[in-house]
């Protein structure tokens, strides 16, 4: 039966039996403790923490998704609390292949990944948050955001998208949405994936010379890239002002993909942990039931 | 780099590697010919084709998976088709067993689970295709509807929840409907998972002996098992008159769920593979382009 252990439901009542291939301590070594005034310098894109070996992490990474999913069904059955992660980076730093590491393997019924691109007019008639609302996880449900409502304190802010005092406001805004969710029974999880300038070079020289990389490119990316001092300061204060109790923010060094989706991975794995899932009891007296 | 094989973007450079488990045509076998009229007492829900051994079964099913996954990433990098499987079966039948075994493997930022419970009073104010249209996969998407439009000719016809001539009607719109999908670049799959009355009422005392399912019983169940041979014909209608080339119905055996599970991801990898999907070339002239 080996054939089946990757099949999310197969794996769950395997997963118990997994050893902890990762013991590093993701919260204490990457999360921003509230308050924390947030310098990117002191800051090392390239950290793999205890790890040299890429095949180490690799493997770890994917004993945290079989573990991830079998809480997953946990999470469902329980029907009472949700997991919202949200993904930012600047462009390059491997959002999309986060998703993809971290999350291929689990049930895609419980989980729906956001992908917030450009906002539409209509979008645009409302505040910030509104269709940002609209797409965070019900009960039970795991939710991604590829992007999100930060976007408007980064891109807003470097592109002066909005008046600086409306921009400055959002900071606040932001706080106060995360801590409804946060209230409601949704966990919420931030990460910040972090990449040298160095590393984006590689990366979009790679999509120009890589054919089946070739579609991935976009010129607006260099533009964007003349502006890296811009967005450094604005995820600074955005990581500055808005990582809390209930919504922490943390900063994944991202250099190396197989260090970013492991740390990603081993976060999201010691946090439901700590939520103790576990699955419910019936409301019903089942006993007195006959199917005939 | 064993331990990488299993997640989704790592095992599509391998998935070409890999070999054809299962040469069943599931097409053939289990796809309903536009204009048949379907008795399902011509069907086994308990066949399993040229499957004896469940281990096999299993085997086939992972490698599917992995085909799956592989051109999961050409669809998306396409951005010009979208696949829409939608999955029926009376109540214990599998449908979320089905898109966990199937599904689970995949990249979820490209898959969007819709579960169809009973309408809203806001759905209700609308026609009846109205709230399936907004869940409908976009370019280079895959769409799962766990239920769908086809419950408002099943319950809807079982139940009496419509007037009889506004059933009557619906077939039409449904195919309509689904042509509509198809000439949009959408393939549209519909899988009815055919189980028996014994096994149904197996599951169901499943649901109430084993504490880790409890959760999942529902009185109702019991009172919908009541009008068994309503929903049989209801289904026959149904697949009788919405089996189309754009748009498929198959009746697959669902009373082994290896088999099940098997016999619906044979059927959504051959579909992809004959839709050709390759990657994309770029529109740009990429020769010119400078990283600094």
Not at 218 to 239: H, N, S, T
Request: with cysteine; charged share 25%; proline share 4%.
């Amino acid at each position: 039966m080996e054939a089946g252990r990757h099949l999310g439901g197969v794996a769950v009542r395997e997963a118990l039996a997994l050893d902890n291939l990762c013991t590093m301590d993701v919260h204490k070594l990457f999360a921003i403790k509230p308050g924390t005034k947030v310098r990117l310098l002191n800051f090392d894109p390239g950290d793999t923490g205890e790890f040299s070996d890429k095949n180490a992490a690799v493997a770890a990474t994917v004993e945290n998704v079989k573990k991830l999913a079998e809480v997953q069904l946990k999470l469902f059955a329980e029907n009472k609390r949700a997991l919202l992660i949200i993904l930012q980076g600047i462009d390059t730093s491997g959002k999309d292949g986060t998703i993809r590491h971290c999350m291929s393997g689990l049930n895609p019924a419980g989980v729906t990944v956001t992908s917030f691109k450009k906002p539409t007019e209509h979008e645009l008639d409302h505040d910030f948050l509104w269709r940002v609302h609209q797409c965070v996880p019900g009960k039970g449900e795991i939710g991604v955001f590829n992007r999100s409502h930060y976007e408007d304190v980064l891109i807003g802010k470097v592109r002066k998208l909005a008046p600086a005092a409306e921009i400055e406001a959002r900071y606040d805004h932001i706080n106060n949405f995360e801590q409804l969710l946060a209230d409601s029974g949704t966990i919420v999880l931030k990460f910040f994936l972090y990449i040298s300038k160095d590393e984006q070079k590689k990366r979009l020289q790679q999509r120009l010379e890589d054919p089946t990389k070739n579609w991935k490119f976009q010129p607006g990316d260099l533009e964007e890239r003349k502006l890296w001092p811009d967005y450094i300061k604005a995820y600074e204060a955005a990581l500055s002002r808005c990582s809390t109790k209930s919504a922490p923010w943390f900063v994944i060094p991202s250099d190396k993909k197989w260090f970013r989706n492991l740390a990603v991975s081993q976060a999201i794995v010691d946090t439901v942990k700590a939520m103790k899932i576990s699955m419910p009891k019936s409301m019903l007296d089942l006993s007195a039931v006959k199917v005939v």
